[in-house]
């Protein structure tokens, strides 16, 4: 079994910043993309950033500047660093990976438990 386990969340005024990991565990062979979503209530879950295994980033337009997604994969962890938080930014933080459980097998996604992240105004 796999597991991705969040951490970093929390509350925060507008203008600070945050930190949020997520570390892999389990039957892992290798790990392909890795990514943050995030899903504000009422509304669809977004993208907001993605990160391949060599180290290939891409971003979310309203995140562009502000947030930077990187991976430790010695450790199996992406990492998500948001700085100028905004209010609109609140919502609840879920990671993504592509994980191979074996040499000879397709990878699959496999989804995090959700952290929540507030900003004050």
Do not use: H
Request: aromatic share 10%; net charge positive.
């Amino acid at each position: 079994q796999v597991q991705l386990v969040e951490s970093g969340g929390g509350l925060v005024q507008a203008g600070g910043s945050l930190r949020l990991s997520c570390a892999a565990s389990g039957i892992i062979f290798n790990i392909n993309a890795m990514a943050w979503y995030r899903q504000a209530p009422g509304k669809q879950r977004e993208l907001v950033a993605t990160i391949t295994s060599t180290g290939s980033t891409n971003y979310a337009d309203s995140v562009k500047g502000r947030f930077t997604i990187s991976r430790d994969n010695a450790k199996n962890t992406v990492f998500l660093q948001m700085n100028s938080l905004k209010p609109e930014d609140t919502a609840v933080y879920y990671c993504n990976a592509n994980i191979q459980i074996g040499r000879f097998k397709w990878g699959d996604d496999y989804w995090g438990q959700g952290t929540q992240v507030t900003v004050s105004s």
